[in-house]
């Protein structure tokens, strides 16, 4: 019974709030909340955009998700076949799909994009299918991918809003939130040892960040999706053709967390018992969070109809689901307040 429960659910915004933080020189950002995908700023945040290598979160996305990161890819001519950033993968050389993520990731390598592309799906033209249709289940309503790596091609584009929702989706795999905050790794081509740095400077200097990508093209200008952690609240920052990216990102998260609240959430539950002098007993429960709007938290209780006596002070007898605004933001036990006893007839 107290074991984490698992519930899901799907909340879009479909509105934009005013924009409040100090002027910004992106030409579309967003901030929302990782977990409810509140809105917190916005700024031309539908606007259809190039994003540049940020689209390497949803190749490296579709790799954690394959169930192939440990196998051996060969490289290929085509697999190179690619201008711009690069790891410096060659023809013939032998590497793993996770080496792989972690170049497109670190070193936003094209051709390790390619490459994971070409591995998984035969051709990158496959795989561009298969990221739309992996957009389409995020809910990225206003993006099209053509290539893996983010070059321009076609009608390549996303919007800042769009590439936050897919950011939030990728930060719940363990496996691509493990990569995307290391400042450095070392991967191995041909059994030879390579050290890769990230080229996010954010996770040097900005409070709480744990990733997530950068880009650049000429088109796209420079582009960032960064994701920042502060007492228990994940916000994902978006910034699209924004020269001073380093410094908006910070500036929008502090104004942004700033409107973060503490709320103490706490109440008592009667529960059913038998076996006991009495027919119920009292449970509790408890937690701490931060919430912009306190007004918007209910709780959802689960226990069992009724419990047998003898219990424990302290034993869990159920479970508190906190919501948010109808999204599941947190949960924990239901304790028993005190000691139950069993009851012997005749004593």
């Not at 051709?123 to 739309?132: G, I």
């Not at 081509?189 to 996770?203: A, F, G, M, Q, R």
């Not at 990733?211 to 999706?225: E, F, N, S, W």
Request: aromatic residues 8%; negative net charge; glycine residues 6%.
């Amino acid at each position: 019974m107290c074991k984490i429960l698992s519930f899901v659910f799907a909340v879009l915004f479909s509105f934009e709030i005013t924009a409040f933080a100090a002027d910004n020189s992106a030409l579309s950002a967003v901030v929302i909340d990782a977990c409810t995908h509140e809105i917190l700023y916005a700024k031309n945040s539908e606007s259809e955009l190039s994003m540049a290598s940020t689209t390497k979160i949803m190749t490296a996305l579709l790799a954690c998700e394959s169930g192939r990161l440990d196998e051996t890819v060969t490289i290929t001519a085509e697999m190179t076949d690619v201008i711009g950033s690069a790891v410096g993968l060659a023809p013939g050389d032998e590497i793993t799909l996770y080496d792989i993520t972690v170049g497109m990731l670190l070193a936003s390598g094209n051709d390790a994009a390619n490459s994971a592309a070409i591995f998984l799906c035969g051709s990158v033209e496959s795989f561009a299918e298969l990221m739309n249709e992996r957009a389409a289940e995020i809910g990225m309503n206003n993006t099209l991918f053509v290539t893996p790596s983010g070059l321009d091609e076609g009608e390549h584009h996303s919007t800042a809003y769009d590439m936050a929702l897919l950011a939030a989706q990728a930060l719940q795999n363990e496996t691509f939130a493990q990569i995307c905050k290391m400042t450095s790794a070392e991967i191995t081509i041909n059994s030879e040892k390579l050290t890769l740095y990230n080229h996010n400077k954010l996770l040097y200097y900005a409070d709480g960040c744990i990733g997530i990508k950068t880009g650049y093209t000429d088109k796209a200008g420079r582009c960032l999706v960064s994701a920042a952690v502060r007492n228990g609240v994940t916000l994902i920052c978006v910034t699209l053709n924004d020269p001073n990216d380093w410094e908006d990102h910070v500036s929008l998260y502090d104004e942004c967390f700033a409107k973060y609240e503490k709320a103490q959430i706490s109440a008592a539950v009667e529960i059913n018992v038998v076996g006991a002098v009495c027919d119920s007993f009292e449970g509790e429960y408890t937690s701490e969070l931060y919430v912009t709007d306190e007004s918007k938290i209910s709780v959802q209780i689960y226990h069992f109809p009724f419990y047998y006596a003898p219990l424990q002070q302290g034993e869990c007898v159920g479970v508190a689901v906190i919501m948010y605004n109808g999204v599941q933001i947190a949960q924990t036990d239901i304790v028993s307040k005190g000691e139950v006893e069993y009851y012997e007839p005749g004593q």
